[in-house]
T-cell receptor, first 117, second 115 residues
Framework: DTGVSQDPRHKITKRGQNVTFRCDPI?????LYWYRQTLGQGPEFLTYFQNEAQLEKSRLLSDRFSAERPKGSFSTLEIQRTEQGDSAMYLC???????????????FGPGTRLTVT | AQSVAQPEDQVNVAEGNPLTVKCTYS??????LFWYVQYPNRGLQFLLK??????LVKGSYGFEAEFNKSQTSFHLKKPSALVSDSALYFC?????????????FGSGTRLQVQP
């Protein structure tokens, strides 16, 4: 499977615990995005990377959230001191170099469903 | 700020009939517009996009969308619906004057195709 993969698929944690999610993009894609989706809503942008550089962060990304892409390949999203309001589906997407396609389509992974109890 | 509106929470259509899922957008400058579909327990799948040029764009699974700049709309269409088209559809926008790369999504429209 050469699509975007995410791990774990499901995570249940207690309030106050830290969690970390991983995303492996399509190998030739240099842009990687994180979104959050709650029930009945469309995905909301959190942050994105071009290679290892984090180029944009949404104001939704509070200081409890941090994302990294250390070698420009996989990425991790960490949530510290989780709250019940963090319960959502966390989606990762990747896209190719926009120099070749002005608006490359973003290809999404299956998501990590986080439940904070 | 960019925004997308999908005015219908649900669209019901009989199999074999044409379908339309509506989307309007707000962005300063020229938009890039996308449609995605989400099946249960599966990730978002890219259907089609508009960047520039012909206002009618064709995508996967027989879907097409029409860009209308004056009405700021990008409605998704299919001439003949299939039961297997039943899913959640999202319209999204990026680009504009800021050249924003991240997608702004609408709230989604559930398409139900009855046999």
């Amino acid at each position: 499977d050469t699509g975007v993969s995410q791990d774990p698929r499901h995570k249940i944690t207690k309030r106050g615990q830290n969690v970390t999610f991983r995303c492996d993009p399509i190998s030739e894609h240099n842009r990687l995005y994180w979104y959050r989706q709650t029930l009945g809503q469309g995905p909301e942008f959190l942050t994105y990377f071009q290679n290892e550089a984090q180029l944009e962060k949404s104001r939704l990304l509070s200081d409890r959230f941090s994302a990294e892409r250390p070698k420009g390949s996989f990425s991790t999203l960490e949530i510290q001191r989780t709250e019940q309001g963090d319960s959502a589906m966390y989606l990762c997407a990747s896209s190719s170099n926009p120099m070749r396609d002005r608006a490359p389509g973003q290809y999404f992974g299956p998501g990590t469903r986080l439940t904070v109890t | 700020a960019q925004s997308v509106a999908q005015p219908e929470d649900q669209v019901n259509v009989a199999e074999g009939n044409p379908l339309t899922v509506k989307c309007t957008y707000s962005v300063s400058g020229n938009p890039y517009l996308f449609w995605y579909v989400q099946y249960p327990n599966r990730g978002l799948q890219f259907l089609l996009k508009y960047i520039t040029g012909d206002n009618l764009v064709k995508g996967s699974y027989g879907f097409e969308a029409e860009f209308n700049k004056s009405q700021t709309s990008f409605h998704l269409k299919k001439p003949s619906a299939l039961v297997s088209d039943s899913a959640l559809y999202f319209c999204a926008v990026s680009g504009g004057d800021t050249g924003r790369r991240a997608l702004t999504f609408g709230s989604g429209t559930r398409l139900q195709v009855q046999p």
